[in-house]
């Protein structure tokens, strides 16, 4: 993929999740945003991580957190973290069962595709190892959540 290509495809990425918020709510803003922020404050070092040990790499230089992981931490990760609490939040199988299905479509038809675009590759994780990479942030965001909303009410 030419890197002019790439960049835009990162901006488009990051602005049609960023276009979904007014339908989440204000409300729902407050109140999901902090947890999806610590996650994907989270991820950050995640992604260290596994640049370092080579898990995956972009084909495109430069090959910096900046140009490559970051569109999608602020993307689709923070935006998609919110709607998933929205949806299922207070239903944690049903908070696990929608983290499947969004981990599951990332790491197996998204990670495809993007190797055959050259995007990114996969390098030292098969599929189910960045499925599980990905999968078990779900109970971090779930964790944070949870604690955020007895601190709030706790003070209450």
Do not use: C
């Amino acid at each position: 993929m030419p890197i002019k290509i790439q960049r835009l495809f990162n901006f488009a990425m990051i602005l049609l999740a960023w276009l979904t918020l007014p339908f989440l709510g204000l409300n729902n803003l407050k109140r999901f945003f902090p947890a999806s922020f610590l996650i994907v404050f989270f991820e950050f070092f995640n992604v260290l991580i596994g640049k370092r040990r080579k898990w995956w790499v972009f084909y495109n230089k430069p090959n910096s957190y900046l140009f490559n992981e970051f569109p999608f931490n602020i993307g689709p990760f923070l935006v998609g973290s919110m709607w998933i609490l929205k949806w299922t939040y207070g239903n944690f199988k049903g908070f696990l069962l929608l983290n499947v299905i969004v981990d599951g479509f990332f790491t197996f038809p998204i990670a495809i595709l993007s190797r055959k675009l050259k995007y990114y590759t996969l390098v030292r994780l098969n599929h189910f190892q960045f499925f599980l990479f990905i999968f078990y942030k779900a109970f971090l965001l779930y964790v944070f959540q949870y604690l955020f909303e007895n601190r709030k009410t706790s003070r209450n």
